[in-house]
């Protein structure tokens, strides 16, 4: 149904484009899933200390401009120059909550039984943060730099980045780079070009880490538009140093809000030695679906179809592996962030994908892949046919691809041709 306007006592009736719709659909999602409260102010530190709970100390870099509210401590403005910040984040007890979800506390103090509590706060000049950096290497000498996406504030970057560590378990140094989004579905220009602004400030960070002489080897891992940012500043590192430092060894796009062809583009930028891709990529995403109606009607590179053409090919000649989230199920309405909030997801990060191990449809083992389905004739009706559509983590790798027709016959003949009989041959 179009609007109707009053025009010299004449209803007209104006349609509304699918671009509209799409913004509105999205628009009432955000609103439901964001109707619990939240407390404002949540990284003021509380002393109250409970049993049974993990502290995550993240080291945060930010191109945001300082806040004058207590507890916020920046805002989604931009600021002049780039600021350093030690942060530790209690985690509740794990009898107490869910791997993959952040419990916003709903008043202030915060209760460290329940919710996620800010510890401590320390600003830190740069020397301060190399210092940190030393301290809080693992023996694995590996770091990991997170980048958030669009429409978020940054104590949402902070927690999510604290429950990401924690859950996956990755034995790393934890680094977030934030940002100035202003945390509202309404600012996506405006965040995009603080991305832009935010480029120069994340190349230097990266670089800085690389040179470390304690530091063996770097993953990135950005999610949405932090995916724009992310490959923006390694493409200048490329360009200003004539390659990417190959400590630099992993990258990991979660829900790439990144035009395809912009992508192709700056992939070749960067050059012969560049590091290893991962994309998580879902084709249910509506974040991406409106992000896509906004940007010229060109495909998001988070929502592609790794098994069509011409997407295969050009993955497969790339040597990125991908993989196909559709399928999961997860508790955000806009199938935006199922990289964080599946516990499959989260574990697949800490045991492999963060410690820098090859991802494959052999290695992950059909058990995990195939996921809920099971080995009995009535919980497997359709087959072989529904397998792909079944799985909650579909591996698209140009190495085992070829062969995961022959891996799905192999089990179904390992369990007595169940899969056979169920879709009818």
């Known amino acids: 149904m179009g609007r109707l306007h009053n025009t010299a006592g004449v209803h007209v009736i104006r349609p509304i484009s699918c671009a509209q719709r799409a913004l509105a659909a999205v628009v009432m999602l955000a609103l439901l899933s964001g109707c619990a409260s939240r407390a ?90 190399r210092q940190w950096l030393k301290g809080h290497l693992p023996k694995s000498r590996r770091v990991l730099v997170f980048v958030h996406g669009f429409n978020n504030r940054y104590e949402d970057a902070v927690y999510r980045f604290a429950q990401i560590v924690h859950d996956s378990g990755a034995d790393v140094a934890p680094i977030l780079f934030t940002w100035p989004s202003r945390g509202s579905i309404f600012a ?134 991908v993989l196909d989230l559709t399928a999961l199920q997860s508790n955000d309405k806009l199938n935006h962030g199922k990289f964080a909030e599946s516990p499959e997801v989260v574990k697949l990060l800490g045991n492999r994908l963060i410690a820098g191990q090859a991802v494959t449809d052999s290695s992950v083992g059909l058990g995990e892949s195939i996921g809920a389905l099971a080995l009995g004739t009535a919980q497997t009706v359709g087959g072989a046919a529904s397998v792909a559509v079944s799985a909650p983590i579909a591996i698209f790798d140009p190495n085992t691809r070829r062969t995961y027709t022959e891996q799905i016959d192999r089990f179904g003949q390992t369990v007595g041709g169940t899969l056979q009989t169920a879709a009818g041959h």
């Open 40 to 129: 404002e102010g949540v990284l003021i530190p509380t002393s109250l200390q409970v049993r049974n709970t993990s502290v995550v100390n993240v080291l945060v870099a930010t191109t945001r401009k300082e806040s004058p509210t207590p507890g916020v401590l920046f805002s989604g403005e931009r600021g002049r120059e780039p600021e350093t910040t030690e942060i530790e984040v209690s985690i509740p007890p794990a009898a107490n909550r869910s791997v993959g979800q952040v419990q916003w506390p709903k008043r202030l103090p915060a209760d460290p039984e329940r919710d996620f509590t800010t510890v401590a706060v320390n600003s830190l000049t740069i020397p301060e943060a």
């Open 188 to 321: 996506y220009n405006y965040d995009k070009e603080s991305a832009n602004y935010s480029r120069d400030a994340l190349e230097t960070m990266l670089r800085r880490i690389a040179q470390e002489p304690g530091v063996g080897e770097v993953t990135v891992m950005a999610h949405s538009m932090g995916s724009w940012l992310t490959i923006e500043a390694l493409r200048q590192m490329a360009i200003r140093d004539g390659k990417i430092s190959p400590k630099i060894q992993n990258v990991i796009l979660a829900s790439p809000d990144l035009d395809v062809d912009v992508f192709g583009q700056q992939m070749q930028e960067l050059g012969k030695q560049k590091p290893k891709f991962t994309l998580f990529v879902s084709r249910d995403d509506r974040a991406l679906a409106l992000s896509k109606r906004i940007s010229g009607n060109v495909d998001r590179l988070g929502q592609i179809d790794p098994t069509q053409e011409p997407y295969r090919s050009e993955l497969e000649k790339e040597g990125i592996t």
